[in-house]
């Protein structure tokens, strides 16, 4: 599976996002809730996919949880980027990737969507992710 490869900006933290998705045509969703418009961010998934994100030193993973607490934001602790967000456990993690966060950024084109997920009820958000989000695996920590 072809693989884009990204990290925070130090590169303490690396990622490897496999998909057989064309990054042209796969859809960014730019979520407009309170966190991630503070970052501008714009994510991608594939659930076909998977990403692994690898760290060489666990003190140098942040992760945030607000809200719901539903899903894990996996920052970097030295430089501050944020690289993706987790929710669950084990095998049944899944995960979004920040496209900004990888070096081909420039070829995941397409506009991204806004996207307001506030009336979710616990429930219908973890359904939500276990249909759109891909597989998730930490390497290192
Ligand atoms: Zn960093």
């Not at 599976?1 to 900006?9: I, K, N, Q, R, T």
């Not at 998909?19 to 659930?47: K, M, N, Y």
């Not at 003190?59 to 920052?75: E, S």
């Not at 501050?80 to 995941?108: K, S, T």
Request: hydrophobic share 40%; charged share 30%; glycine share 10%.
């Amino acid at each position: 599976m072809p693989v884009h490869s990204g990290g925070c900006h130090c590169g303490a933290i690396r990622l490897r996002f496999e998909t057989e998705l064309d990054p042209a045509r796969i859809e960014i969703r730019a979520c407009q809730c309170s966190f991630c418009v503070r970052h501008g961010s714009r994510a991608a998934a594939d659930p076909g996919g998977r990403l692994t994100i690898l760290v060489e030193d666990g003190a140098k993973l942040q992760v945030y949880r607000f809200g719901l607490r539903t899903a894990d934001y996996i920052l970097c602790r030295e430089c501050g980027v944020y690289v993706a967000a987790i929710c669950g456990d084990g095998e049944h993690a899944r995960a979004i990737v920040i496209v900004n966060a990888l070096d081909e950024r420039e070829r995941f084109s397409r506009e991204a969507v806004p996207v307001r997920y506030d009336a979710e009820t616990r429930e219908q958000r973890l359904a939500r992710r276990r249909g759109a989000w891909m597989p998730v695996e930490i390497q290192g920590r």
